[in-house]
């Protein structure tokens, strides 16, 4: 109780602020890693950690606690280096303070959402395989320039065409940029993640790799299965039922207002598969 007391009495003001903002900090590195390769890493690193330590701290042991207190130095150099994608998204969240000071108007969303969500059903009918990416605030232009450049009104007739068998542009990705079809046939990066499920084509695979780099979200419909998945982070929400399409792209592409759309969940109660 007495150290309890002496604690009490040393906590001021700038004490508490001090912890507060030191939770602020541990609180955003752990929401910026949820959900990604960050956190069974970061557990990894822990534990190997720990069990260093506690065998390292054993007087029956100096030559092996000798060899962990010289490994810990270079495992801390080490972490920005293993967590690099992470660390790299994280600094490209930071970096967009348009998303929260200038919101695209809803009606364009929903326009352009419609008109995907369109074409996207009508593609899965006719078992037309097909990769839409849309861009968002990080930009596409070096995916782009693999492509053919269309700058061409956003309809889901053009993107039935594009994506027909027969013709030549329907091999690649279509990026949308600003409700407007920007280029054809991009040549897509394919993800580094492992994937389990080996009926995972390279469309798909493309579709997770475009979004681990940047904030873009990628609709993918599966020429074998005639379903529709949507790839957003580096994760992939697979087999989005036809219902909940345009509540799904709605609440990736501007937060908070697909959830407001009477019969939509949330993109966190699909199942995911991916990273």
């Keep these: ?45 822990f534990v190997l950690i720990t069990v260093g330590l506690l065998l390292g701290s054993l007087s029956q042991l100096p030559t092996f606690g000798l060899v962990v207190r010289s490994a810990i130095p270079a ?9 690099q994608p992470e ?71 053009l993107l039935l065409t594009i994506f027909h068998p027969n013709t030549p542009l329907h091999d690649g990705g279509v990026i949308v940029r600003q409700g407007r079809i920007a280029a054809a046939a991009c040549v897509l990066p394919l993800t580094t993640s492992h994937i389990d499920d080996y009926h995972m084509g390279l469309r798909h695979r493309a579709g997770i790799g475009v979004t681990e780099g940047a904030d873009a979200v990628a609709i993918i419909v599966s020429e074998e299965r005639g379903t529709t998945s949507i790839a957003h982070e580096g994760r992939l929400i697979f ?34 598969r991916g990273r």
């Design 87 to 157: 660390l790299r998204r994280a600094l490209e969240r930071l970096g967009r303070f348009n998303e929260v000071l200038v919101q695209p108007r809803r009606n364009e969303i929903e326009a352009q959402v419609r008109v995907i969500s369109d074409a996207v059903q009508r593609l899965a009918a006719h078992r037309y395989g097909a990769l839409i990416v849309l861009e968002r605030d990080t930009g596409l232009q070096g995916l782009i320039d693999t492509g053919v450049k269309l700058d061409a009104r956003l309809s889901a007739e």
């Design 75 to 83: 495992l801390l150099v080490a972490i920005p280096v293993i967590f």
């Design 1 to 45: 109780m007495s150290d309890l007391g002496w604690i009490l009495q040393r906590l001021d003001g700038l004490a508490i602020l001090d912890i507060l903002l030191v939770s602020i900090v541990f609180f955003l590195v752990l929401l910026l890693m949820r959900a990604t390769q960050a956190i069974p890493l970061l557990r990894g690193v």
């Design 239 to 272: 087999a989005v039922e036809t219902d909940r399409l345009e509540g799904a792209l709605i609440e990736f592409l501007q937060p908070g207002l697909g959830l407001r759309r009477a019969g939509m969940w949330p993109a966190a109660r699909f199942r995911s």
